[in-house]
Structures are given as structure tokens and as C-alpha cells.
């Protein structure tokens, strides 16, 4: 497919953090927008005043940033089209296509409890749409839907779907409120878009078969759709806050890589061959919804986590740098600079090994988070006259002394007649203040010659 006339949009509502499954939509939207030379459109979907906050839409714009897809226009903010989608639902009703429900919340429930009992799925039952007489009390407008027959939907991801007109209930356009519904402001604003093809995940099906008929009361041509099955969570579940991975947010935390996420989401639920890494151009070039399989994704820490490990050892250093120092602004206290440069000099020695950037944090932190431990508990009279040993050889030694440093530790522990072993615990808890660290000798190229004299002459 290569169509200049491609737009489609992502369309969150305001009412939380992103969510890692709208994090996908909105990929999958952009990279088919810009595999077919398209227009790929973010929509605010702001119309619930109670729950929406402009904190989750900061959010949601600051999220796909960070991921690196951004609309290619200014997002549109759905409540700034109310006045259309009211002007529409009295245009569907003026026409015969909608008309006004009287039933109260009381006659409403008595329907549903009815159906309850039967353990039925609840459908209006219509008792207001044939009625010619006037009423002066409340009224929303409700969609005259198909009775008869079935409606088939030629999904671009799930094929072809069947479903009984009997099953869709003449669902609420507008409420008594003169409030529009999510059914009426999503068609309006995708008519008004100019939208093509709607990506979105398949929870929203049910919802394309009431949208298209809105389209066709209103003679208007409707988009292609295309439902991307959910994720759920290593145990079949729909992911939950619970999950504690839910948000993009909460992989941020972490320090996952925006590129390492990406390419985890993009290969969650779409594959090409064998190809597990992607460049973004890649991505772009390869992306095509007959990729995306049918089924529900089950999200892979363990993947997220060797996805990330691979980025952080094959991404350029001084852009992997950036995104820790951004990471630790964010979500760590403050690490002066002095410590910054040390890590930016030394940041091999950190992110060996590491699979998210707080590993890269954590394995730098002796150098900031430094406190005085109680050696006396933790070590021998004889691993401290090591110490004194070793500092004596090294106290009147500068920075520019510090290629002697392994020669030094080699004497010490030739002349004290001892293994590594024990020379390096000792060391590397008085350094450090804790048995867990680099190697010495990365210790003490990380910390400087100063640093290190300073650290040990405390204990003596």
C-alpha cells in the first residue's frame, strides 16, 4: 500500500498516565503513517471533565516525545468540538436516524435487573423509539440502530467480522445533559480529521460497528479499521495498575532506553521474519498491519530487560550518557557534578553488565552516595594493617600518579605475602562501603588518586 492520502490518529484520554498497550497504538499508528508517506494526528480525547486532567495530557504529549513519535501537527483537543458533535446528533435526529429517550434512571435499572437475572448482556429495549407524542421532561438522544439483518466489518488486522444488528442496542448520543457521547465525538472528530484508517486496540470492535453506522446515517465515507489485540500480562490477564508495569511511566523509572521500548513494542504483537532489532528507519520501511498477529500479547519483562541490555551496550556513549543524566533528574536526587564527570570518564566500567540505567546508577554509586562504615566489625586487625600498608605507599602520590596504582597493589601484596582476595575486600569496603563494586583497580580509576587517600585515611 502506498497512499499520499493516509491520515490516522491516536486518540488517549487525559484521564491517567499513558498506558504501555496506548504506547503501542500510538507506534503502530505513526509507522504505518510513515510507511505510506501519511499524516499520523494525536486527538485529546478530553470530553470527561471529571476525570481528565491537563497533567495526563502534558503527560501523554511528553511520552510520545520520549518515544520519538510525535503527530505531525498540533494535537487536537476533542471539547473544543462539542458545539459540532451537539449540532450533529440534532441533525441525526431532525433526519430520523436518532430520536429522544424519555425512560428515567429508575425505569433504565428495572430493564437491567431484569436482564441480570437471566445473566443476559444488557441492550436498551427500545420502548422510546416509535414514540410520536411530545414530552417536556428530561431526554438523551439515543441512535435509531439496525434491527434486522447483520453488519460486517472487513478488519484490516482481525479479517473479516460478522456480528446480529439484533446484538447493537440503540446506544446514547446525547446524554440529559446535552453532553455528547465517546460514539458520537469519535465519528464526528474522525469525519472532521479527514481520518482513514483508525488502529486501535480490539477492545474497541463492538464500537466500529455503532461508528460506521453513524457514518452511513450521515452519508459519509467511513475509515478502514484495524483492532490490534490487547497485552496482557504473563499470566493471560488483561495488565492491570497492579502489574506495576502498566505505564510507560513505570518502564521510564526503571531506565528503560525510549529506543529499547520502541523496539519492544514493536515486536510485541508484530513480527518481520526472524529480525528482533530494529533501527527506527527499519521500523518504518517493514511496518505493515499483515504483520500484526490475531492474537493477545503476553508482556516479557525478561525481553524488555535483554532488549535494554543490548541498546545499552551497543548505543553510542555520550547519547547513552544523556539519557542517564536525565534519568537521575527525573527519578534520582541530584549527583554533583564533580561525580558526573567521574561517571561520564569511567561509564564502561559502569554500564558493564548493566540492563536498565538504574544498574547504571547503582553501580556508580559508591562514587556519590559514599558513607563512613565501622570497620572494626566488618574486618580483621590484619586486613587494617593492610590498609595502613597500602595507603603509606600511596599517600604522597598525585592524579597524574595514577597509572602506578597497580604496580603498587601488586607490591603490597607480594611484600604482605597474601592472595588478592585479601587484599581487595578490605580495600574495597573502605572505598566503597560495600562489598559490592567494580573491580579495584576500576575503583580506584573512577574515584582518583585524592579520592581514594581521602576515603582511607579516615580509617587511620
Not at 424519555?102 to 425505569?107: K, Y
Not at 478488519?155 to 446525547?174: A, C, M, Y
Not at 558513607?371 to 600511596?394: A, G, P, R, W
Request: with cysteine.
Amino acid at each position: 500500500m502506498n497512499n499520499n492520502n493516509v491520515i490516522v490518529r491516536f486518540a488517549p484520554s487525559p484521564t491517567g498516565p499513558l498506558h504501555i498497550g496506548g504506547a503501542r497504538t500510538a507506534l503502530f499508528n505513526w509507522l504505518f503513517a510513515k510507511k505510506n508517506k501519511g499524516i499520523s494526528l494525536l486527538r485529546i480525547e478530553d470530553t470527561d471533565k471529571q476525570r481528565s486532567k491537563k497533567e495526563y495530557e502534558d503527560q501523554i504529549i511528553d511520552t510520545l516525545n520520549w518515544l520519538e513519535i510525535n503527530p505531525d501537527k498540533e494535537p487536537v483537543k476533542q471539547s473544543l468540538n462539542i458545539d459540532k458533535h451537539i449540532e450533529i446528533a440534532n441533525k441525526l435526529l431532525s433526519e430520523g436516524h436518532a430520536y429522544k429517550c424519555f425512560c428515567s434512571i429508575e425505569e433504565l435499572e428495572k430493564e437491567k435487573e431484569l436482564f441480570r437475572k437471566k445473566n443476559l448482556p444488557y441492550t436498551y429495549s427500545g420502548k422510546c423509539r416509535d414514540i410520536k407524542t411530545s414530552n417536556n421532561g428530561p431526554y438523551v438522544i439515543r441512535f435509531k440502530s439496525k434491527k434486522t439483518g447483520s453488519s460486517i466489518l472487513e478488519d484490516l488486522v482481525q479479517g473479516k467480522i460478522e456480528i446480529s444488528n439484533s446484538t447493537i442496542e440503540d446506544f446514547v448520543l446525547l446524554r440529559a445533559d446535552n453532553t455528547p457521547t465517546y460514539q458520537l465525538s469519535a465519528s464526528v472528530d474522525d469525519y472532521l480529521m479527514s481520518i482513514t484508517h483508525v488502529i486501535r486496540g480490539d477492545d474497541h470492535k463492538i464500537n466500529a460497528f455503532k461508528q460506521i453506522q453513524i457514518f452511513q446515517a450521515l452519508g459519509w465515507i467511513e475509515p478502514k479499521y484495524a483492532h490490534i489485540p490487547l497485552i496482557h500480562s504473563k499470566e493471560g490477564k488483561k495488565l492491570s495498575k497492579r502489574d506495576g508495569a502498566a505505564t510507560v511511566e513505570d518502564y521510564q523509572k526503571i531506565g528503560i532506553l525510549p529506543e529499547s521500548l520502541r523496539n519492544y513494542l514493536l515486536r510485541l504483537g508484530w513480527s518481520y521474519k526472524d529480525k528482533e532489532i530494529f533501527t527506527l528507519q527499519e521500523s518504518i520501511d517493514l511496518f505493515n498491519l499483515e504483520g500484526i498477529g490475531k492474537s493477545p500479547s503476553k508482556l516479557d519483562m525478561d525481553r524488555i530487560l535483554s532488549i535494554n541490555e543490548t541498546y545499552i551496550k551497543t548505543l553510542n556513549e555520550d547519547r547513552l550518557f544523556l539519557y542517564f543524566k536525565k534519568y537521575v533528574d527525573n527519578f534520582k536526587s541530584k549527583i554533583e557534578d564533580k561525580f558526573l564527570i567521574k561517571i561520564k570518564n569511567n561509564f564502561s566500567t559502569f554500564k558493564n553488565k548493566a540492563k536498565t540505567l538504574e544498574d547504571i546508577y547503582n553501580n556508580s554509586s559508591f562514587l556519590f552516595k559514599y558513607d563512613k562504615i565501622d570497620l572494626k566489625k566488618t574486618i580483621t586487625s590484619s586486613e587494617l594493617n593492610i590498609l595502613i600498608y597500602f595507603y603509606e605507599k600511596i599517600k604522597n602520590l598525585n592524579e597524574n600518579d595514577l597509572g602506578k596504582i597497580k604496580s603498587i597493589i601488586d607490591e603490597t601484596i607480594n611484600e604482605k605475602n597474601i592472595k588478592f582476595k585479601e587484599f581487595g575486600q578490605p580495600v574495597r569496603l573502605a572505598l566503597t562501603g560495600t562489598k559490592y563494586a567494580p573491580s579495584i583497580n576500576e575503583i580506584i580509576n573512577s574515584l582518583g588518586i585524592e579520592e581514594v587517600k581521602l576515603r582511607l585515611s579516615q580509617y587511620l
